[in-house]
């Protein structure tokens, strides 16, 4: 199917300017951040005046850093201008002043008596070169700044690595695995319970999951924790994460856990096609979140949205499901994984109101997903995805309420296309509009939708999407559910689900049907 082009003609439109996650030393400034994805059409020259800083963008984001504190400046693009004031900042902290040096095996313990070291609104500046680390926990108000050149590498050695138990003193769940409260090894840097916390800088963190045995035990448990993520933070209100690279992680890359308020921006995160389980940024019952401006290649989902798992058997915990609800997705890239925007599977809590605009998905398995499961519960709404592009993916969009994840997935009380009672685990998916996207290069299908018989997909809806197929592709599968059939170049395949089609689109709505 072809249909008219969507991108819209950035030459005719004034430059549009938008400063965003702006800290004592460091800002992020979106260009035509309304009307282009990732990518601008054309390079757009810009210079923040009074300084040297100048540049050419030929994406959205622009990271800038080495600013002063509490100081108003302004970038001019073309004709445009922004300005933006710096935040203020209670005190510059070098790391290196309390013995953080490329020449120590592991500068946890430096890393500690720097932190301690920051006056409250402070920041602690990293020096440049590979940093070796064990884990490094920080506190409330406070900024990291990893600059340009500055590595914090975690150590590959897990001897001696502290453990976040699965509840503190308070019984809160500190300790995370797949959505259930359990002992994990901390993450090479650690937040919990900060408000007010930033980190910042073009520098990198390198999760270390490249190095060690980390990789050869992606489900299991060794010396009593689960795998660390390479940034973790708990429990934090009013969090900026900007500008740095995040790569080889040991298992998920960034992942807030019960956060509010928290804008994530220009960050690039990282991992090998290969890495097991290294999703990339995964918001776990969070509230009010911007992702925005981020380039994400990793080897499993680029971004999955969680809210918790319900418990199974003797263990059928639920007082750790929290929602998560008002995420923002824009101006973003997601390549190569196995999904670029996924929800689920661990989502026994809402997830709710969530906006997926101007993105471009390349080379990932699926483009949208939602993934639940009988026993799982919570309800998924109000999600909508507006001008997003989609090169070489298999299925384009999908909906799977058969999900075989767990040892019981593929038990007939999970598959049976039967009727089950209606009860507080059954999952709820409902209000999903997608529109404005394009398909290219489909291998499988354009969209596969699969819904409970107790409880249908209701309230989706499509329009002005336009499909073009992949020529080369042989048939695979579209959702990871039992009895259904490989295909390839489909249309959109659907089952339990009410679905609202523009004209164009009805003629590629087709049944999808059981063969097992």
């Known amino acids: 199917m072809s249909g008219a082009p969507m991108s819209p003609h950035y030459r005719k439109l004034p430059i549009v300017l938008t400063a965003l996650a702006i800290t004592p030393y460091t800002a992020t400034i979106l260009i ?92 602690l500046r990293v020096p440049n070169g590979r940093l070796a680390s064990g884990p490094v926990f920080l506190k409330s108000d406070m900024t990291l700044w990893l600059p340009e050149g500055a590595i914090l590498s975690a150590i590959s050695d897990r001897n001696g690595w502290p453990v976040l138990p699965a509840h503190d003193d308070s019984g809160r769940v500190i300790g995370t695995w797949e959505g259930l409260p359990a002992a994990s090894f901390a993450s090479p840097v650690t937040a919990i319970g900060c408000d007010n916390l930033t980190i910042t800088g073009r520098g990198t963190l390198d999760g270390g999951g490249d190095r060690g045995d980390w990789w050869t035990w992606p489900k299991e448990t060794r010396d009593g924790a689960r795998r660390p993520r390479a940034l973790f933070l708990a429990h934090c209100t009013q969090t900026i994460l ?17 956060c509010d308020r928290l804008t994530a921006a220009a960050l690039r995160i990282k991992n090998p096609a290969d890495s097991p389980n290294t999703d990339g940024f995964d918001p776990e019952s969070c509230m009010h979140v911007q992702v925005r401006g981020l380039h994400i290649s990793v080897g499993d989902d680029c971004i999955a949205v969680k809210a918790g798992k319900r418990g199974t058997g003797d263990d059928p915990r639920v007082d750790h499901i929290a929602p998560t609800r008002h995420l923002t997705i824009a101006n973003c890239l997601m390549e190569d994984g196995h999904g670029a925007v996924v929800m689920g599977s661990e989502m026994s809590g809402d997830i709710t109101d969530v906006d997926i ?52 997935g593929k038990s007939a009380t999970v598959q049976s296309r039967a009727p089950a009672p209606v009860d507080d685990t059954t999952p709820q998916i409902s209000d999903i509009t997608i529109s404005n ?24 809806r499509l329009s002005n999407i336009t499909v073009e197929y992949d020529a080369t592709a042989t048939a695979g599968d579209t959702l990871m559910a039992c009895h259904l059939p490989p295909v390839s170049h489909a249309g959109f395949l659907h089952r339990f689900t009410e679905i609202d089609a523009d004209a164009p689109l009805i003629h590629m709505l087709e049944d999808l049907i059981d063969v097992g």
């Open 32 to 123: 035509h951040a309304d009307t282009a994805r990732y990518h601008l059409e054309t390079p757009v020259s810009w210079r923040l005046e009074g300084t040297a800083q100048r540049g050419v963008s030929h994406i959205v984001p622009v990271f800038i850093e080495d600013l002063e504190p509490d100081t108003d400046y302004v970038l001019v693009a073309g004709q445009q201008t922004v300005g933006f004031r710096t935040a203020p900042c209670a005190g510059l902290i070098e790391a290196a002043d309390y013995g953080v040096c490329v020449d120590t095996p592991n500068n946890a313990m430096a890393f500690a008596a720097a932190v301690a070291a920051v006056p409250r609104g402070g920041t």
């Open 357 to 408: 605009t101007r993105c471009e998905f390349k080379g990932t398995d699926r483009g949208l997903r939602i993934k639940t499961r009988r026993g799982r519960g919570g309800h998924v709404a109000r999600i909508a995805m507006d001008d997003v592009v989609m090169d070489s993916v298999g299925t384009a969009l999908a909906v799977n309420a058969f999900y075989f994840c767990d040892a019981d």
């Open 242 to 258: 900007s500008g740095m690279t995040v790569r080889n992680s040991a298992s998920w890359t960034v992942h807030p856990f019960c």
């Open 437 to 460: 996207v394009q398909l290219r290069g489909v291998r499988h299908a354009a969209g596969a939708f699969l819904g409970l018989p107790e409880a249908p997909v209701c309230g989706l």
